[in-house]
């Protein structure tokens, strides 16, 4: 029997996280909260509360309800959950609640809508741009005016755990005349966060402000874009990336809401030119969340998200000012993640400078571009309310698999 | 009463078009079958086939569960209801299940899965060239190696008769050396089919081939692919179209069951060079459709689907090779589709060239790109299986409203 876990106060999966994740079970999924190190069942607590919309959404197997209903039930709910986890009179009962985490296995935790990807780390666009047009510009004449994005593929989001098989595909190598197939021999990662959309559905035509997107935004994963490096070259004039990316995406199973990283906001870098007044809001922010890259267990990079040039509300607010809808289960990713270091690089194009400076892993091995059997993890924490404190975010993890 | 219609033998929706589409009614959503100018509310006649999962399928509010089951049960039905239609026996009854099409309203017939937006018209892809690249190639050397497609916003496919309210952006005209914001002061439109999926979800890492991809082919809608070209002209470098697409995209109402053109296959053109081997396939066809483009009631072209490039077939097996699943109410579009004359292409930005030759109307204004008001509408045929029929698909038409 589970006695009821003492949870520090210093502790990143505490009362100042609370993330959200949907746990499979033999007799069916169920909605969680991760608290400490265990997994506390909601549906086994939404009786509880059963006038609440937030507590029926519960009962659901995924977070699609939960997702639907917006910003007030959202805040209801943590503060009820901060509430009653603090509450002595609960816990004897509860703790039958509660699964270690390390027996939970995840699902993905909702139904993903519309996927869009960004590219707003400038160092990221900077080192892309100075890889492939060397002689040119790194930035492209737009960058700097709207946080340039494109839809990806919704049905290949995929959970942590996942095993990712290396895509096969076109590519066309700089000594040949005509492309060549196989497995790719570019495959990579990008480290990212996804943000998760919820509330009501927008009416097509309307659009989200800059001031108005937190009422949208539920919360945010972490997020591993792979990336055909080979596939992505030779495919993506004009219309951009697609087989390069479409074979898989992978998210962290919990899903930290925003308002875990209320302490975390920090100004956003100093936006030259003042962009156009659509993408301008005072809930523009930037978030303090400290990432990290370990391929086999070795840590390889430290980005820092804090320095992303666009913020997610104006992300959102680009993606609808052409009265595109948005809603509940629609996810978009910040674009990888790369600060000024090259030990803050969140791709192997980046860390390798385009397979030309292969890096260490701790085994004595080095990697340009992924090999079959490795495993990628991401993680990450920001600060939390109280000094000293963090808030976690799940890992999202992933081995790659041999072409099949 | 209605009385049981005699549709003639070369009625474009006889027997051998049954296109499948879902009529709103105030009691809720029905799955209808188009037979004649008449709906047939399958829903009601599905009780005849407690057994069949293709009438327990039709009794849904969309055709999502009818597209999950796949080419047997689609073939079982088709052969069902084009014997029942036959039967005098069932006539008196059935008539009471008809509702004139002009009566009918349509809703979208399918949660769309991912949506694909391809571009496999080399007349169309040249002309874009020219317009943008006059002293470059006009084809990208990509273009006759795969068949270049990007994601599309899902949740802004809208059915036939959604008014279409311009977008606003961000575009930079040439004579400005900073981007201005405001509506879109050159919308379009993009002629294309699209090709809608079913059958049992695809696994993460398989891969279909060109001579699976029947298997997988549900059937085709006539979609408009709106085009806002200066958002997505400043948007679009480098990772493809967003905003100046993700407005909206239109289809038709009626789902024209590929069954129905099986009269209409013809050759693909000569692919030269020859594609890679998992490219290739005899299942890869072309079709004879013939297309209409109706701006407020003037038709002002009539694209060939004839001549495409790339087969539904090579796309959906280009799309999948890199493990990407597919699976029921994916839809991907061709591209537009533009003939080798001038009365054939498939946009304004090409009737127009750019802008530079406006195009009169029947009422005798002349167009370069879409004012506000105007409508719409695009309809096509494709040869029946008896000499001189001809099969009808069901038009996709929009109004275009102004920016809010």
Redesign the interface.
Known sequence: MTTWPDVPADHPFGRDALPYGVMVTPAGSRIVVRYGDHALDLRAVADLEPDSAWARAWREPTLDAFLALGRRDWDAARVWLRDALADPGRQEEWAAYLTPVEQVSLALPFTV??Y?DC?ASEHHATNVGRIFRPDGEAL???WR??P?????????V?VTG?DV?R????R?PPTSD??V?GPSVRLDIEAELGFVVGGP?TA???RVSVDEADEHLFGVVLLNDWS?RD?QA???????????K???TSISGWVLPMAALSAARVPLPIQE?LP???LCGHAATGYDVHLEVAVNGSVVSRPEYAGLYWAPQQMLA??T???????PG?LFGSGTISGPRADQRGSFLELSWNGTEPFALADGTTRTFLEDGDTVTLRAWAPGPTPGSRVGFGEVTGRV?PA?
């Open positions: 809508g519309d869009v590219y492209t004449p737009n005016h709207l340039i994005g494109y839809h990806g593929r919704s049905q290949t995929v996942t098989i895509p096969t595909g076109q066309k005509t492309p197939f559905r097509l035509g309307s055909a596939i030779w495919e993506y004039v004009p219309l951009g990336p697609f087989l390069g479409s074979f898989a030119p156009l007044p659509y680009h993606m000012v052409n009265g595109a809808t948005t809603g629609d698999l099949r």
